[in-house]
């Protein structure tokens, strides 16, 4: 395997079918990618049918790994990450609002550079004008606390080498702080990548970081600023 992708499932089963095809499509066009779903500990019928749809599909490309409890998000994406065999690794959403496909898109990206310490990640195209101001107004927030300009910092996929992962999964939160973590590793070790995604609308299955939900968007805020208080290279 050339590239490993993690993909965090937490009460997406209104979305499992159509990623798992999306999955099958990729793997069938690029059999070295893996891809690893992972089961963040949800309390919907998630697990039945994800077992259900991988058995029927039968790919050893795509797989499924358990989580028992859920923890965080950042804590489904890091157990993923144990899972993978790729010296190069990504993740995406499950909410289909981002082509898994621009998975490979960084894939190509990153393999037209020498560092390892090179992280590739998306950049959303077509977002509403206050999520977007909302973005940039956290990306200011972050530069003037931590002297580093990291735009739209949710955005997805990120794609980063296994040399960069090992040293700084130690550390890394297990919340939806765990973007900027990374990001911020990436810029300070080596440099990051932007390429424009298409963000298109969520189809089934709830927000789980705040997008156009405004109560969730400030949750999010809330626990994001307080991370990048306290936040420390390490």
Known sequence: MQLSIVIPCYNESGNLVALVD?????????PEVEVILVNNGST????????EILAKKGNPNIRSYFVEVNKG??????????QTNADVICWTHADLQTDI??????FEIFKQQADSYTLVKGR??????????FTSLMSIYVLFKLQKFIPDVNAQPKLFSRIFYNQIE????????????????????????EFPVDFAARTAGEAKGGSGDLKLKLKLTKRTLKFINEFKMV
């Open 44 to 51: 919907d019928n998630s697990a039945q049918v994800m077992d």
């Open 170 to 193: 130690r550390n890394a939160p297990a919340d939806f702080s765990l973007d900027l973590y990374f990001l911020v590793h990436a810029s300070k070790m080596g440099h990051i990548i």
């Open 124 to 133: 959303r195209q077509g977002r509403p004008l206050f999520d977007s101001l």
């Open 73 to 82: 998000y950042g804590f489904g994406i890091l157990e993923g990450l144990k």
């Open 22 to 30: 999306k999955c099958e499509s990729l793997v069938t066009k690029h």
């Open 101 to 106: 496909f621009d998975c490979v898109k960084a």
